[in-house]
């Protein structure tokens, strides 16, 4: 079984810069499509950033595409979100996400999630 597991949300100030990490076990990961997705207060989850297998092909949205940048070492087991030039309405929590397929922007197509990292974007 894959467990995830998400660390390095924190308070940030705008225009700050955050990484988070997401440590796998139980399985490697290099076997699965990954992601980071985030919920805010309020709001449904939303997918952030989408990275197949190999670390090759990614995809984000408009709100995060030249700020984020989602990478992974297969070889350390695990994923990351670099986060620049943060915003208040970044602040969620992030969560990381893993599934046998294809790596898509749907959070119904992932099986594996962790148990999120809150990051807030606050003056």
């Known amino acids: 079984q894959l467990q995830l597991a998400e660390s390095g949300g924190r308070l940030v100030e705008p225009g700050d810069s955050l990484r988070l990490s997401c440590a796998a076990s139980g399985r490697a990961i290099s076997g699965y499509g990954m992601a980071w997705f985030r919920q805010g207060p309020g709001r449904e989850r939303e997918f952030v950033a989408t990275?197949?297998?190999?670390?090759?092909?990614?995809h984000y949205p408009d709100s995060v595409k030249g700020r984020f940048t989602i990478s992974r070492d297969n070889a350390e087991n695990t994923m990351f979100l670099q986060m620049n030039s943060l915003k208040p309405e970044d602040t969620a929590v992030y969560y990381c996400?893993?599934?046998?397929?294809?790596?898509?922007?749907?959070?119904?197509?992932?099986?594996?999630w962790g148990q999120g990292t809150q990051v807030t974007v606050s003056s």
């Open positions: 996400a893993a599934t046998n397929g294809l790596a898509t922007r749907k959070a119904s197509h992932y099986t594996y």
């Open positions: 990275i197949d297998r190999n670390g090759v092909s990614t």
